[in-house]
């Protein structure tokens, strides 16, 4: 089975602080991806990251960036956080193709106050 | 036009009823094309994915894809209150004409089965 682990279930930090949210995959999967999810908005995509320090922008890329230094890695950064960053953040990763799902970590749920 | 559009709900149907989820796209080019299942408070689950035309069936679910509609439907037989989730489309996105697999998801669905 394919395992999607996030390094946090629930985080509380404060507005300004850096942020970091770790993802690990251990099916040696090229696709990577961090979405959040927000009630009425459903799930967004920030940014996905198809090889190792590759990435690309998705629909929702301000205020955030990421690092895939390896394989198996993919970090989330909230570079000064803010309170419209309260959400749940989802991480997914997928073989590389068109016909291949997307499998989820369980999620982190990150209030900023 | 939304690329991925789903009734948002809430349906509600009886346990042992067939639960109806409907799904359209806009994309022509989408080629594969998955169902997920979430319960609130966790990640998506993938139940289903379908890429040619017609019905796949895997137990109490049925998929059901027709490209030439750009419709996708899933079919609960039997639905029981463990089922009550929201359910999520999602199709491959190949804008800008490269895949890497990337999805586009619907909003979601909220089933409610009662008893």
Known sequence: DVKVTQSSRYLVKRTGEKVFLECVQDMDHENMFWYRQDPGLGLRLIYFSYDVKMKEKGDIPEGYSVSREKKERFSLILESASTNQTSMYLCASSLLGRYQPQHFGDGTRLSIL | ?115
């Open chain 2, 1 to 115: 036009q939304k690329e991925v559009e789903q009734n948002s709900g809430p349906l509600s149907v009886p346990e042992g009823a067939i639960a109806s989820l409907n799904c359209t796209y806009s994309d022509r080019g989408s080629q594969s094309f998955f169902w997920y299942r979430q319960y609130s408070g966790k990640s998506p689950e993938l139940i289903m994915s379908i890429y040619s035309n017609g019905d796949k069936e895997d137990g109490r679910f049925t998929a059901q894809l027709n490209k030439a509609s750009q419709y996708v439907s899933l079919l609960i037989r039997d639905s029981q209150p463990s089922d009550s989730a929201t359910y999520l489309c999602a199709v491959n996105s190949i804008r800008g004409g490269t895949s890497y697999g990337k999805l586009t998801f619907g909003q979601g669905t909220i089933l409610t089965v009662h008893p």
